[in-house]
C-alpha cells in the first residue's frame, strides 16, 4: 500500500520498480604494443604482393569470400593462431598484436573466409578445452592454413533459443552416435571439421543441462550436407545432416554436459572482432572515393558521423581484445559491440544508396555498382548471423539489469 495515498485514491497504484544492478561496463582503453607498427607495414606488404599476383580483387571482398591458396599463404606468413603456443604450430603473439594483423586483412579485402573460423574461434575452444590429441591433430593444420571450421549450432527451430537444439548424441562402445539435423551451416561443404552442439541428456528443467559440443570430421561417414541458396544465388549455407554420426570420446570438448559453458565462452570471441564493423569497409572506401574530394554538405555530415561511429567501434572492440588476452570473458560487452558494429555495417550501404545516383549490378563483375548492389542483399544477414539484433539487446538489458 502506497502509504502517501489518501485511502479513497482509485489512482493505479504503481508496480514497484526492481532494484537496478548493473553489469559495469569496462571499456578500458588499450595501447597496442610497440611492435604494432612494423607488423602493420608488413601485413600490408604481403596483401599488397598477393593483389599484385593477382590473388584477388580487393574492391569485391569481404571477410567471408573464401580463398583456400591465399590460407595457405597466410599460414606460410604466421597469420594464422598467432596466440597459439609454438608447440602446436601458434606462434606466441599477443592478442592485440593478432588485432592488428586481423584489421588489416579486413582493411585490405583480403579473402580470409576459408580459414576464419578456425582462427576466430574454433580453434581457441580445441587448445582451451580439447583433449591432447585433438590438439596436436588439428591445430597444426589450422595455423598451416590447410584445415577449415565450420559452426555447428542453430537448427531448424533453434536459431536464437539454442539451448532448444535436438540433434543427439547417445553412448556407444568408445565414444558417442549422433544423429540430427543442423542447418544455416556456412561453409560446411568445404570445411574439414565442424564443433556441433549436441543434447546428450535429456531436457530438463535446466534447459542448459544436459548439451554437449563435439569435434566432428567431415570427412568420415554419417556425415553430410545439402546445399541453401542465399538471396543472390550463393551457395555459403547448408543443412548439415548426422545419421549415426560416430564421434570419439576424446572429439568431447570441454566435458560432457558443458556444452553451454562453451557456447557462450565461444561467442564472445565470435562477436567482438573487427569482423562485426567491417563487412562493409571495402564499400566505404570505394564510396568515399565516388563521392571525392568536396562532398556537398549533406554527404559531409553522413561521412563525418559514419567514421565518428567507426573510429568509436574500433576502439571498443580493441578493449575486448585486451580483456580476451587477459583472460576475462566479457560476453555483454560483445554483444554491444555486435549490435552497434552490425548497425553500422548495414547503415553504408543504405547511406550510400541515398547520396550517390548509382544504378546498382549483379554478376556484371567488379566495380562500384556490383559492390553496392551484392552488399544490399548481403546487409541483412549481418544483424542475424552470430545472434540476431533482438537477442543481443536481450543480453545487454540483462546486464544492464533491466530484465
Ligand atoms: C549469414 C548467416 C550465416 C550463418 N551461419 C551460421 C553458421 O555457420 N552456423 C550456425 O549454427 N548458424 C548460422 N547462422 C544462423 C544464425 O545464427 C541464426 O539465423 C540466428 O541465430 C537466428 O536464428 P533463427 O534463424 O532460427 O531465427 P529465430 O530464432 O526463429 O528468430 C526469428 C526472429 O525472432 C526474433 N526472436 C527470437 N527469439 C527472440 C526473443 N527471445 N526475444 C526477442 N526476439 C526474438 C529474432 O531476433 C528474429 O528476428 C547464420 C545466419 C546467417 C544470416
Known amino acids: 500500500m502506497d502509504s502517501t495515498r489518501a485511502s479513497d485514491d482509485t489512482r493505479p497504484v504503481p508496480t514497484p520498480r526492481r532494484p537496478i544492478v548493473m553489469h559495469e561496463f569496462r571499456f578500458d582503453p588499450v595501447r597496442l604494443p610497440e611492435s604494432a607498427p612494423a607488423l602493420r607495414a608488413e601485413v600490408r606488404a604481403f596483401i599488397a604482393a598477393q593483389i599484385a599476383e593477382g590473388r584477388f580483387d580487393p574492391r569485391v571482398n569481404s571477410w567471408n569470400s573464401r580463398d583456400p591458396e591465399f590460407s595457405r599463404a597466410c599460414g606460410g606468413a604466421g597469420y594464422i593462431g598467432m596466440c597459439w603456443p609454438k608447440q602446436y604450430g601458434g606462434h606466441e603473439r599477443s592478442a592485440l598484436e593478432r588485432y592488428v594483423v586481423i584489421e588489416e586483412m579486413l582493411a585490405g579485402g583480403a579473402p580470409v573466409g576459408a580459414h576464419w573460423v578456425a582462427d576466430r574461434q574454433s580453434g581457441n575452444q580445441i587448445l582451451r578445452h580439447g583433449s591432447e590429441r585433438a590438439r596436436q591433430l588439428i591445430l597444426p593444420r589450422i595455423t598451416a592454413g590447410e584445415c577449415f571450421f565450420s559452426i555447428g549450432m542453430s537448427e531448424p527451430d533453434s536459431g536464437s533459443d539454442l539451448a532448444a537444439v535436438r540433434t543427439r548424441a547417445k553412448q556407444v562402445d568408445g565414444g558417442w552416435s549422433v544423429s540430427g539435423t543442423k542447418v544455416w551451416t556456412s561453409g560446411a561443404h568445404h570445411a574439414h571439421y565442424l564443433i556441433a552442439l549436441v543434447r546428450t541428456a535429456p531436457l530438463e528443467e535446466d534447459r542448459h543441462a544436459g548439451l554437449t559440443q563435439f569435434i566432428v570430421d567431415t570427412s568420415r561417414p554419417g556425415f553430410s550436407t545439402r546445399p541453401i541458396y542465399n538471396l543472390y544465388g550463393g551457395h555459403d549455407f547448408n543443412e548439415v545432416i548426422f545419421d549415426d554420426y560416430f564421434v570419439e570420446d576424446d572429439m ?20 567482438s572482432g573487427p569482423d562485426r564493423f567491417m563487412s562493409t569497409f571495402q564499400l566505404l572506401l570505394e564510396s568515399l572515393r565516388q563521392v571525392g574530394a568536396e562532398p556537398d554538405d549533406r554527404a559531409a555530415v553522413e561521412i563525418g558521423r559514419l567514421v565518428a561511429h567507426l573510429a ?3 576502439r571498443m572492440s580493441t578493449s575486448i581484445a585486451g580483456q580476451l588476452d587477459r583472460g576475462a570473458n566479457p560476453a555483454v560487452e560483445a554483444a554491444l559491440v555486435k549490435d552497434l558494429g552490425t548497425t553500422f555495417e548495414r547503415e553504408v550501404p543504405e547511406v550510400f544508396r541515398r547520396l550517390l545516383p548509382v544504378e546498382t549490378t549483379l554478376g556484371r563483375g567488379p566495380g562500384y555498382a556490383e559492390n553496392l548492389g551484392l552488399t544490399i542483399l548481403r546487409s541483412p544477414s549481418f544483424t542475424l548471423r552470430g545472434g540476431t539484433r533482438e537477442i543481443l539487446r536481450g543480453m545487454i538489458a540483462r546486464g544492464l539489469g533491466l530484465r
Open 252 to 271: 568431447v570438448l570441454g566435458g560432457v554436459g558443458a556444452g553451454w559453458r562453451m557456447v557462450t565462452g565461444e561467442l564472445a570471441f565470435e562477436r
Open 312 to 314: 568509436t567501434l574500433r
